[in-house]
């Protein structure tokens, strides 16, 4: 069972909330989203292992047992080409949970006209794989699901 973390402090959220049928439909896999607080900070490693991909507004990091779980800040993100975000790591490093990875302004992204909800999703990972999920408020590096 690999425990993940909040990427982000907010609201825990369904994924068929997120405004992108991708993320709501689950067609990259089932996990839960975070309405982030509007304040300045860090997106963490959901899980500890080894980033292999890093974008400014999307990361997956795979842990040893081979299961990736993706973190993606916002939706529609990928049209800013990197405005707003700053990566604190790089592709191929290996990571903590809980490490910070890529700091961002929620505010910014939804001033921009976009949702800053994040994603949390257990890539490739079978609809009932996901259990736990948490409810109301969570903070940055809470436990937010567990992949079984």
């Known amino acids: 069972m690999t425990t993940?973390?909040?990427p982000?402090?907010?609201?825990?959220?369904?994924?068929?909330?997120?405004?992108?049928?991708?993320?709501?439909?689950?067609?990259?896999?089932?996990g839960m989203a975070i309405e982030p607080?509007?304040?300045?900070?860090?997106a963490l490693s959901p899980i500890a292992g080894t980033i292999v991909k890093l974008?400014?507004?999307?990361?997956v990091v795979v842990g040893d047992d081979g299961r990736g779980?993706?973190?993606?800040?916002?939706?529609?993100?990928?049209?800013?080409?990197?405005?707003g975000f700053t990566l604190l790591a790089a592709e191929g490093d290996r990571v903590d949970a809980g490490q910070p990875v890529v700091a961002w302004d929620p505010a910014r992204v939804e001033a921009g006209g976009r949702s800053p909800v994040c994603p949390v999703?257990?890539?490739?990972?079978p609809a009932g794989a996901v259990t736990g999920l948490a409810e109301g408020w969570v903070e940055a590096g809470d436990g937010l699901f567990e992949w079984r």
């Open 4 to 6: 993940v973390l909040a």
């Open 8 to 30: 982000v402090a907010g609201a825990a959220v369904g994924l068929a909330s997120v405004p992108d049928p991708v993320f709501s439909g689950s067609l990259v896999g089932p």
């Open 37 to 42: 607080v509007r304040t300045p900070g860090s």
């Open 55 to 59: 974008h400014p507004h999307a990361f």
């Open 69 to 83: 779980v993706l973190v993606h800040l916002g939706i529609d993100t990928v049209q800013l080409k990197g405005a």
């Open 121 to 125: 999703v257990a890539l490739d990972a």
